[in-house]
Every structure is written in C-alpha cells, then in structure tokens.
C-alpha cells in the first residue's frame, strides 16, 4: 500500500472512532478504531514522536470518555512508544503479523487503561469484552487495509 | 529495507530522549492538576476539538432527545394541574407515583395525603419544591473500554443557570451529582464515583449518616456509615437525602438497607449494605436541581433543601 493510502487509513480510523463514538462507548465489545489507528501510525514514527502522539491522542480521548486524563495520556503515550519499538525490534510487514500486533495491541491497551484509570475490572470484560474488542477491531482494520489497497491502485 | 522503519543516529537518540522526558513530565503535571483544573482542560477540549463531533453525536440522537420532551411535557402539565388545583381549592389526584407527582403534591397543601403512593413516591412526596427547579436533560455514561462508566455527560440543561455541585436524580432517585460545565453540555458523576457522598436519614427526623459509593468487581453498590454508637438501621429501610449539604433536596430516594452492620475501619463507624434505587452507568432522562436564591421575605418557593453554597 501506499504511503498516502497508509496515511489515509489511519486518518479515517481517527474519523471513524469520533464519528460513531456512542456505539463505540455502548459496546465494549466491539470494534475499537482509536487504539488501532495509533498502534498503526506509531509503527511508522520514532518513538518520541509516537509517544507526543499517543499523548496528544490519550488527551482526546480523556476529554470524550470523561477518563481521568493523565492515566490516559500515559497509557496511550507509553502504548504508542511501544508500538514505534516493537516495530523497529520485530520488523514486520505480513497482514497476519499485523492482525496479530493490532489484536494483542489492544486487548493489553484496555487493560492498561482500564487499571490505569482505577476502574473496577470485572473477570468478563477484561477475558471476553478486551479479546473480542481486539479480534473484531483487527477485522476491520484489515478490510480497511484492503480498502485502501484498493484505492491506491 | 522498510522505508517506515525508524532509523537513529546519535543525535536522534538524544532528541528522542529529550521528547520522552518532556512526555514524563507532561504526565506528571497532567496526574498533579486539581480535579478542577482536569474539568477546566477537559471542558476546552470538548469545546474546541472534540465540539463537531459531539454537536453531531447530539443532533443525530432523537432517541434521547424525544424523552426529554415527554418528561419536560410531563413536569409543565403536572405544574399547571397543581396550579388549577390551587386556584380552586381541589385536591390533585395524579395516576403517576413519580418523583414530579411526588413534588408537585406535596408543594400544594391542598392535595396532602390524598394519592396513594408505592414507597419510593412515598418517600419522594417529601420532596416539597416547586417543580420548575427541576431542569430535563439526558444523561450519557462516559467510560473507559473496559471500565465502568463513573461519570455523566448531561445535554439539554443550560448550563449557565447551574450552580455546581448540583444533584442529579430520575424519576426513581438519585443518580449522581452535577460537577461542571463541559463546554458542551455538563459532566457529572454518578452514585459509583469514589468521590460520591450524600446525607441520608431513613425518615424525617430519624437516624442520619453518610452513603458512599462501594466499588465491587462485578457490581457496584452503596455502603451507609453511620456513627458507631447509634441506634441500628432496620433492614429494608428505604434511605432519602437529608437536604444538609444544600446539594441535594430533601427526601429523594437513595436506596434500601440490605444487610449489616459491620464495623468499619478502627472502629469508627457501622457500615450497612445498600441498595441502590437507580443503577449507574446507563443513558437516563434525569432531572438536575436548581434551586433559584430566596427573593425576598415573602417568596414561597418552598425549596426542601438549602441554597447551594449552605454546605453543612
């Protein structure tokens, strides 16, 4: 895929969080595109960048969900770190390895979150709800890919 | 080679661990701001950044928006029944058993004891205040992912007439409290927020003590404190707001004592189970307190609680 089509993939997964927000919010189960969108871009960024990114994005999202913001800052900036390190220690390129980094990438950024926040986290929301979360939002996150593949031709 | 791959020579480590230390310490001024300040950035982001897509989020949701007519529609009729009631001198008779039916009866004195009532609206008939203190609005939970929601948004309500902390209750009882203004709407916690108190007595002029929230992993409930040496709670008392603290009216359900009492930490206070009237963390049409200030000698508002400010 292109750079430009990359690019224009995360951008929409950003637009597509804040758009359809109360369904996101209501459903802890589905898809999520935010966590996704920065996993993504924070691959192609050095870490530094990634981690202003993650707390920039961390600052957002604290402002949407009323979270408390500097849990949330830190676990989205840290997470966006990660993701700029683990790319440049695990090259990876394939879409399952991808599907896999996004899935994982996930589950670990909601429980972060959610034990970074304070929140009570029951045994189903944190074993059904975060796995589901991360398969269905890797699901999409391909099919955008493929989206975008196709437009870039 | 992967052209995204980050790449660094000796200076991009040092800028990258400038920028890294900059983030740290960002995060730390951010965990050190007062909740005030955190409601204030809060506020601007939702105000500036975030205000298309939650002015979107607003025009597209009719589901709530329609509630919020029908109980606005409910409360200005109850008012002009009670108005018509008083001018001639007949008792209202409301079918509904509802926190306004409540208010609005016991705001005229015509009416009295004349409603049969199930024990909430009981409860809630001791709410004596005009209704136009209750301003309707919805209430949208915030959360993390996984979390629960222990904040509110409020859409609906005008802000600017608000006076924060203000309480926050459904046709059953209460919900949360109102904390701020959000730019867009007015954020609030609901009864699970750790920082959640309110005064509650089982009667007028029975025994008093505190409920708080108690977080459980799988359900949140209310915990009473009550002095260690007062007098036992009977189960299955229902617990109203005592209206002390100015910030909630006075007689609004709160919850049924379920089981207890244990001794709190040190032995400072008994603590007794609760359960709540209202559960937390879901979309409601509620209601916000607003009292307006005493006018003058003569003015017979009836307001239950104190003037916002009167904190005990």
Redesign the interface.
């Known amino acids: 895929m292109k750079r430009s089509a990359t690019w224009a993939v995360i951008g929409s997964m950003f637009l597509l969080h804040y758009l359809f927000y109360p369904i996101w919010a209501s459903a802890p189960w589905g898809p999520d595109f935010l966590v996704p969108a920065l996993l993504l871009m924070a691959r192609r960024l050095p870490p530094g960048v990634a981690g202003a990114a993650g707390c920039g994005v961390g600052l957002l999202e604290a402002s949407a969900s009323l979270a408390a913001i500097a849990p949330t800052m830190s676990v989205l900036g840290v997470a966006a770190i990660g993701g700029s390190w683990y790319q440049r220690l695990f090259y990876f390129e394939s879409t399952p390895s991808l599907m896999a980094f996004v899935a994982a990438g996930i589950w670990v950024v909601h429980l972060a979150e959610a034990l970074a926040t304070g929140d009570s986290l029951s045994l189903h929301a944190a074993f059904l709800y975060g796995p589901s979360s991360g398969l269905l939002s890797a699901v999409a996150v391909w099919l955008l890919a493929l989206a975008g593949k196709w437009l870039s031709r | 080679m ?5 790449r ?1 020579g000796q200076n ?1 480590r040092r ?6 230390a900059c ?1 740290a310490l ?3 001024g ?2 050190s ?1 007062s909740p005030e300040t ?1 409601n204030a ?2 506020a601007a ?2 105000a500036t ?2 205000r298309p ?1 939650l002015e ?2 607003q025009a597209v ?1 009719g589901r709530v928006g329609r509630p919020v007519q029908v109980v606005r529609a409910e409360r200005d009729s109850l008012a002009r029944l009670l108005a018509v009631s008083r001018s001639l001198g007949v008792p209202v008779r409301a079918a509904d058993g509802g926190l306004l039916a409540g208010a609005l009866r016991v705001a005229d004195p015509v009416a009295g004891d004349s409603v049969a009532v199930d024990p909430v609206a009981g409860a809630l008939s001791q709410v004596a205040m005009s209704p136009d203190e209750f301003l309707v609005g919805a209430v ?9 929601a ?4 409020m859409t609906g309500v005008p802000a600017e007439v608000i006076e924060f902390p203000a309480a926050v209750v459904t046709a059953h009882g209460v919900l949360g409290v109102a904390r701020a203004n959000s730019g867009i709407g007015i ?1 609030g916690d609901y009864w699970s927020h ?1 920082d959640f108190r309110v005064s509650v007595a089982s009667d007028p002029g029975g025994f008093v003590g505190i409920v708080r929230s108690d ?4 359900r ?1 409930r209310l915990l009473l404190e009550t002095a260690p040496f007062g007098e036992s709670v009977p189960e299955d008392a229902l617990l109203v707001t005592t209206g002390v603290s100015g910030v909630y009216p006075r007689g609004v359900p709160v919850g049924w004592v379920r089981s207890g009492p244990a001794d709190g930490a040190f032995g400072t206070a008994r603590l007794y189970q609760v359960e709540p009237v209202v559960s937390p963390g879901e979309s409601y049409t509620a209601m916000i307190w607003a009292p307006r200030p005493p006018t003058g000698a003569g003015d017979e508002s009836g307001a239950g609680g104190q003037t916002p400010g009167d904190s005990s």
């Open positions: 992967n052209r995204f791959r980050p660094f991009g800028n990258e661990g400038v920028i890294l983030l960002a995060c730390v951010a965990a701001l955190s950035v809060t982001v939702r950044v975030l897509f979107l989020h949701d949208r939970p915030g959360r993390t992912r996984l979390g629960r222990r904040r509110f948004t954020t750790p977080v459980g992993p799988e949140d």
